[in-house]
């Protein structure tokens, strides 16, 4: 470590002495004082980690006299003091780093120096799946399958468990890795022994999920990344990003009754969203914040990716230090958080000077009220008094008259023409009959078919989770129940969770109601829905009717909660357990009532919801930080089944044949040294889209079709359907990942007119055909492959896959009118080429079709333009210029050597 700047200091907290690198030693020639807490910690990172390469004092000096109003342009190097995973995400970090250590046997390397240099925690929680519902056993049953269905996953790990130093897993049915970081994993300020000297440092990481940010509400630094970035961080190497913009967000009063978290913090996203925060960081100030528990701090900055920023971070303050109190951390700990933040100017208090920033909005507290937000984004919130008449107006747009058939062109909003709930049929507005446990029903279009409380988005606000507990306590205690085609689950993001509801006296009421317990991870949220009761998917599929999801998630893109729910709105946990009461969309919350008594009464959403001083005084009697020490006590240790697994041992893995985990392709023939930049010559394009196209219609992800090309392959591979589990159980297997790419059952690519899902046009025979067959026959005649998409091409979660599958396909080449900041980063950091268009250039403004060849000038220059050559149908030939996306000179390195594992593998194997 340099120390150019005369930073390094002793601090004394408790008895026990740290060195740290000191802000207030830059004082003397710079105004640090002006910067946004979430700039000092990158200033504290980069005062640590000056050796003259990586961080000079040139960069210091630059963040130091960061301009909150100019455009970003001074480049910077953040090292992360850990790195998060979970499972969907790190098993093929796991994978990656496995066939690393194999590569760098081939190159004459040290195997062992693939290992991570910092501090890794992958845990457990996307396996498991609400197959059973509504029932005392639900949790064993779903654990059960778990196991057997991720079996070969799950060794793999317990070998990488023993392998790799620095690397820990938590295992499954434990949490979900955000919520479990910030109950237990986060120090707020770390330590390590470098030299025989205690260092003290901001707890800061990137995590392989996109809602890493959650953390941010501990005024812990961190954000996701794709699962290659965080594989160089594991490897040591440092992030390479822009000084960013920091847009301060300032809250003032306190919430109103009746108002939750959840609604907070649509109605937060919604503002971010229209004020424009992609790329940036938000920073929340004010002294609204003293009336602001950190649970719902933490809320807020998990749902930062919907929002669109980089981060949301709250500052350290008497709140953080009652959190750290109450969730279990050891009393030393505590104080040197508090120590070190004051010592370094990253304190708040009431009153607190303010932070110079790009820009600035703010909220009263007091305006919120309940919300809901969809059918489809996180940030189209709609508040519960128009829920209804949203609901239908959207059924008016799709089915304009009973009886009568929706247009073909009818989409939820029309953005990119991606909508694609397909055509109205011309069914009664009556409904479809159907039979479920011998008792016959009718299912209409808003009838709410799942109700979940899900996601570490909530499941870790404990004020929710009772609020939750005593709607469905006060419903119970009425007679009412919920409608019987609602699925219902509660799957907590740690343990912690069911030991304080039922502490309360609330988890058995919410049982009754058929919350029952059904699982330790993100269901719901990511799709793990599980399948509904048969005779509902049929009568969907027969009326082709709208029928909705309600969950406390953060995410309810198309065709992520379940194939056959087209409409899908977040929510906050008592509101979710209201909508399994009320059966429907079609009811107004507020004014018709969810049920009747047991007398014969009507109920009403007011006559159940609690009251502000319920939750709190029942959270103090239920909550204690002896629950939060009991229940992490063994946290590593799993369930017996887990502990029963054979693991195999040694330095490189023995791949077994298996479905789930496969030696990767992407070392292969790799030398020593990267080649030059070639042009690329007479691509085609095989896919194009318009705006908004999201990670998830990109990447791999939920269930397994029989007849598509991942269902056919695990067929040949003797897979049972049965036995497909997920998409995302198995991205250890490049070759069901390829397949799955760009296979999202709402996709519509432009070039097959007409299809929904993933098909394309092969184009030299005009076959409409798989995307990834097309893809096959273009990469054995070695024909490039671009994508043509319009804005925001990329948004969503953080998944490595949707490069490395883009990648896999043969495409060379994405040109989008903007991208999304972590996809626009990944796809440099597997080989894949992102151009923009020029402002005011278009798919559409340039009259591409998509059937034309495409040529790109070499990037051996490195230039901030690209020419691009197009050669038309008819014959015809014309040019454009197009915005390389190459945005820093690391990515370059990464690019020229074909991505980021290739760059680090090439650097270690020169050491030895």
Known sequence: MSNSFDARATLEVDGKEYTYFRLSALTPKYDIHRLPYSLKIL??????????????????????????????????????????????????????????????????????????????????????????????????????????????????????????????????????????????????????????????????????????????????????????????????????????????????????????????????????????????????????????????????????????????????????????????????????????????????????????????????????????????????????????????????????????????????DGEGGQSAIGAADDKPAEGIDFELDGKKHVLHDGDVVIAAITSCTNTSNPAVLIAAGLVAKKAHALGLERKPWVKTSLAPGSQVVPAYLEKAGLLEPLAALGFNLVGFGCTTCIGNSGPLPEPISNAIREGKLIVSGVLSGNRNFEGRIHPDVRANYLASPPLVVAYALAGSMNVDLYKEPLGKSKDGKDVFLKDIWPTQKEISELMGEAISSGMFRDKYADVFAGPEAWQKLPAPEGEVYEWPDSTYVKHPPYFENMGKEPGALPEIKGARCLVKVGDSITTDHISPAGSIKADSPAGKYLQEQGVQVADFNSLGSRRGNHEVMMRGTFANVRLRNQLAPGTEGGFTTYLPDNEVTSIFDASMKYQKDNVPLVVLAGKEYGTGSSRDWAAKGTNLLGIKVVIAESFERIHRSNLVGFGVLPLQFKDGDSVESLNLTGKEHFSFASLEDKPEMLKVSVKREDGSDFEFEARVRIDTSTEWDYYRHGGILHYVLRQLASKG
């Open 43 to 412: 200033l504290e990172n980069l005062l640590r980690k000056e050796d003259g390469q990586n961080v000079t004092p040139a960069d210091i000096d630059a963040l130091c006299q960061w301009d909150a109003k100019a455009e970003p342009s001074a480049q910077i190097a953040f090292t992360p003091a850990r790195v998060v995973l979970q499972d969907f995400t790190g098993v093929p970090a796991v994978v990656d780093l496995a066939a690393m250590r194999d590569a760098m046997k081939k190159l004459g390397g040290n195997a062992e120096l693939i290992n991570p240099l910092e501090p890794v925690d992958l845990v457990i929680d996307h396996s498991v799946m609400v197959d059973y519902f509504a029932r005392k056993d639900a949790l064993d049953l779903n654990t059960k399958i778990e196991f057997q269905r991720n079996e070969e996953r799950y060794k793999f790990l317990r070998w990488g468990q023993k392998a790799f130093s620095n690397f820990r897993v938590v295992p499954p049915g434990t949490g979900i890795v955000h919520q479990v970081n910030l109950e237990y994993l986060a120090d707020g300020v770390m330590t390590k022994e470098v030299d025989g000297e205690q260092y003290a440092y901001p707890d800061s990481l990137v995590g392989t999920d996109s809602h890493t940010t959650m953390i941010n509400g501990l005024g812990v630094l961190g954000w996701g990344v794709g699962g290659i970035e965080a594989e160089a961080a594991m490897l040591g190497q440092p992030i390479t990003m822009l000084i960013p913009e920091v847009i301060g967000f300032k809250l003032n009063g306190s919430l109103p009754e009746g108002a939750t978290a959840t609604d907070l913090v649509l109605t937060v996203t919604q503002m971010l969203r229209k004020k424009g925060v992609v790329g940036k960081f938000v920073e929340f100030y004010g002294d609204g914040l003293d009336n602001l528990p950190l649970a719902d701090r933490a809320t807020i900055a998990n749902m930062a990716p919907e929002y669109g920023a980089t981060c949301g971070i709250f500052p350290i303050d008497k709140e953080t230090l009652r959190y750290l109190e109450l969730s279990g951390r050891d009393d030393h700990v505590i104080k040197r958080v508090e120590a070190y933040a004051k010592a370094q100017g990253l304190w708040r208090e009431t009153g607190s000077r303010e932070a110079e920033y790009t820009d600035t909005l703010s909220l009263e507290l007091s305006t919120v009220e309940p919300s809901l937000a969809g059918p489809k984004r996180p940030q189209d919130r709609i508040a519960l008094a128009a829920a209804k008449q949203a609901f239908s107006d959207l059924i008016s747009k799709e089915k304009p008259a009973a009886g009568g058939a929706a247009s073909q062109e009818a989409r939820f």
